[in-house]
């Protein structure tokens, strides 16, 4: 990796050495942390030896020159994830994602690039652990991206409601069939992501409550990039990012990091229930069941939120009256939820617990570090914040929202004993560190 000398004088350093620095933020599918994620680093600098090196950053995407930048990061979902994907029935698109591959392996490997790539980043250079990944995330974003052979990651992720129905087939072509039983487990890591709770803030925008943070453990302190952390473990925030598992690492990889023991489904304060989608058809029936209920309780001359079942009575304003039927089937419809827990309450498996979750080594003449996880950002002080099931009486008592709406949150953050709203996102970011 070559950096650009300047001669620049300090009365602390006898020259400067900047380290050019490529965000991807992606084009087409840019990514939301990209700019938080440059502040952070952005003409950072420190001294060594009479010399100062400072990090430049640049925003950048899949058109740019790799070549260009000492470093490149990327930090979650972008659009290396699908315009890296191998298309053998599609020729021609098959060849340009090929060289869209080829192009960031020679920036590494040739031209000695460093490379980061944490969460969806990390998906992209390692081949998936298993020969026929189950899941369709797994299988195009994640095993069709892979340009090293030797690396291996596990991710146990796919999208809500299609891996429900869906599933990879590996007979005749490479493609999704339909599942002969249905399994809403199989959203895995993505749980954390698509559960997560929602504020609305502005058209087309909002804000997130969702992964689940981890301290990492075990760290290689004798490395280079851990050796001046303190305590052993390493606070992080996760999402959709898996692990690469200890028995596939070859001999020139470097494990920084692992996940404990107790995170995700093993750790009681983090574990996420499974929840099943309704097919459009069990949803309008049971909206309907719903409203024939009311007609036979003759709940339609209600005069008094008083009067209305308690738990659609927390949707209304306190002491209300004169209910009008229009809104009273409107708030009964609205909150007929597609969603609904499994009964045996199943908890969302990720199997990642005590695997590596960083790794370092070098590719041809650049080096490179994958990461599950996120460095730690968006996170609460409390480092004890738990996720509460929504559906828990508790949460609809105090927030009076029925809480089965995936646009809302299939789950919900609380901190010690207090509620953390969509509204501490907005007014108090006092509560969060960034």
């Known amino acids: 990796m070559a950096f650009l000398i300047i001669p620049i004088m300090t009365s602390d350093a006898q020259e400067t050495k900047i380290i050019s620095i490529g965000i991807n933020g992606g084009d087409e599918y840019p990514y939301s942390v990209t700019e938080r994620i440059e502040r952070a680093i952005d003409n950072y600098s420190w001294v060594v030896n009479n010399t100062e090196y400072i990090f430049y950053t640049t925003i950048m995407n899949i058109t740019c020159d790799y070549s260009l930048f000492d470093v490149q990061i990327i930090d979650g979902v972008t659009d290396e994830l699908v315009k890296f994907i191998r298309h053998p029935l599609r020729p ?6 090929f060289l869209n591959r080829k192009k960031l392996d020679d920036a590494i490997s040739k031209d000695g690039c460093g490379f980061i790539g944490r969460c969806a980043g990390g998906w992209l250079p390692p081949e998936y652990d298993e020969p026929e990944p189950g899941g369709i995330v797994e299988y195009y974003l994640i095993d069709q991206n892979a340009f090293l052979e030797d690396i291996k990651t596990h991710v146990k992720i796919d999208f809500s409601i299609l891996s429900q129905f869906f599933k990879m087939k590996y007979w005749l072509f490479n493609r999704p069939q339909p599942r002969l039983i249905e399994n809403p487990g199989a959203i895995g890591l993505g ?52 692990c690469f598992p200890d028995k596939d690492l070859p001999s020139y990889v470097t494990a920084l990091a692992y996940y404990p023991d107790e995170c995700t489904n093993t750790n009681p304060k983090q574990d996420v229930a499974v929840w099943e989608c309704r097919p459009v058809t069990t949803f309008l029936a049971q909206s309907f069941k719903e409203l024939i209920q009311f007609v036979k309780d003759n709940i339609i001359s209600i005069l008094s939120v008083d009067d209305i079942p308690y738990k659609y009575r927390v949707l209304f304003e306190e002491n209300e009256d004169a209910i009008d039927i229009n809104k ?19 908890k969302i498996e990720t199997e990642i617990q005590n695997m590596p979750a960083i790794i370092a080594f070098q590719h041809g003449n650049g080096r490179v570090v994958l990461s599950g996880p996120h460095i730690a950002n968006n996170i609460t002080t409390d480092k004890n914040a738990e996720i509460i099931d929504m559906y828990n009486p508790g949460f609809l008592k105090n927030s009076g929202k029925l809480g089965v709406n995936i646009s809302e949150g299939l789950y919900h953050w609380k901190s010690g004993d207090s509620w953390l709203d969509y509204s501490d996102l907005v007014y108090n970011e006092d509560l969060y560190w960034y």
């Open 191 to 242: 749980a954390y992501s698509e559960y997560g709770s929602h504020y609305k803030y502005a058209i087309n925008k909002t804000k997130n409550i969702h992964g689940y943070f981890v301290d990492l453990v075990n760290l290689d302190t004798t490395h280079a990039i851990l050796k001046d952390y303190d305590g052993g473990t390493l606070y992080t925030l996760s999402m959709g990012g898996g």
């Open 92 to 97: 021609i698109l098959n060849f340009k994602n």
């Open 328 to 346: 009273l089937i409107s708030t009964v419809t609205s909150n007929t939820s597609w969603w609904y827990k499994k009964q045996n309450n199943e």
